[in-house]
């Protein structure tokens, strides 16, 4: 009998798999544990399945997304303005607020008292601060982006686009190139305040679209109401994500510190492969500066 199709993020991962990332994050005495994967993995089921798992086992933790430290609207409506058209679009490397996301974190690692920040992807606006979440003395941070870990592409690799978005609204490769040089000078910091990273790896980009278009699709399988997406709409939105996520599928699986491969149904198709001594921060990074931090 075929299994339900995609059945992980709807149902949940299995708990034998909850509780192995959970057993790797406190192995390693992780303070921030980051979960990193493509769009429509299920990374933030996971976290919120790590965060019950660890309630269980008398541990406070706390779910925290790349996506909660977008730019507001009116910060990226000025980028594009002043930089590209394309970064008024939340989501690339560029067009998160590192400050509030370093900040958060610090302070969460710290055990301060802090808020988490939420966004509003319907209203493209980030939440009011009175809205956020209170947060303190947590044992563990669960934080998942799509690019975490990411690293820049060789400016040479930059030059011809890869798909039609760039292809047509991209054509002198601007847009690209300042997504690029903001992974190599300003999202490494952010990385380094992850002490642990597991990769949800896919079996390619090719997958993405329709990962993507179930999670614009109501529970009954029809699309939504406005504002969600349409197809096409959600088509040309994921080609913003593609040059990076290809570039991940490409070098994270070799400089993750835990992996597990998902089928098509985003499954895992065997056991979380955790490895020593590694981790994908910068490679820019001192190797000597890695190992104070990890001991």
């Not at 990374?43 to 019950?52: E, I």
């Not at 802090?114 to 606006?125: H, V």
């Not at 109501?218 to 406005?226: I, M, Q, S």
Request: overall charge positive; glycine content about 8%.
């Amino acid at each position: 009998m075929a299994p339900a199709a995609h059945p992980a993020p709807a149902a949940g991962f299995p708990a034998p798999f909850v509780s192995a990332v959970l057993d790797d994050a406190l192995a390693a005495r992780a303070r921030v544990y980051g979960i990193s994967g493509l769009q429509g993995t299920g990374k933030s089921t996971l976290a919120a399945q790590l965060v019950d798992a660890a309630a269980t086992r008398g541990l406070r933790a706390a779910a925290l997304s790349l996506d909660d430290f977008y730019l507001d609207r009116p910060e990226r409506e000025r980028l594009a303005r002043a930089v590209h058209p394309l970064l008024g679009t939340r989501g690339p490397p560029g067009t998160h607020d590192l400050t509030l996301a370093l900040d958060t974190l610090d302070a969460l690692r710290a055990g301060s008292a802090t808020r988490l920040p939420a966004f509003d992807k319907r209203t493209d606006r980030r939440l009011p601060r009175e809205a956020w979440a209170p947060a303190e003395r947590m044992d563990l941070v669960v934080f998942e982006g799509w690019c975490l870990g990411a690293t820049p592409q060789d400016e040479r690799s930059l030059g011809a686009p890869l798909n039609a978005l760039e292809r047509n609204e991209d054509r002198d490769g601007r847009w690209r190139r300042y997504c690029n040089t903001a992974l190599a000078q300003a999202y490494p910091t952010l990385w380094q305040r992850i002490d642990r990273l597991l990769f949800l790896q896919p079996p390619g980009f090719e997958v993405v679209p329709g990962w993507r278009w179930e999670q614009e699709c109501a529970p009954a399988g029809v699309p939504p109401t406005a504002p969600g997406m349409t197809r096409p709409t959600l088509e040309r939105f994921v080609q913003h994500f593609e040059r990076v996520s290809r570039e991940l599928l490409r070098t994270l699986p070799e400089r993750a510190d835990a992996i597990v491969a998902l089928d098509g149904a985003r499954v895992p198709t065997g056991a979380l492969i955790t490895r020593q001594g590694r981790h994908p921060r910068s490679r820019a990074r001192p190797e000597s500066d890695v190992t104070r931090r990890r001991t």
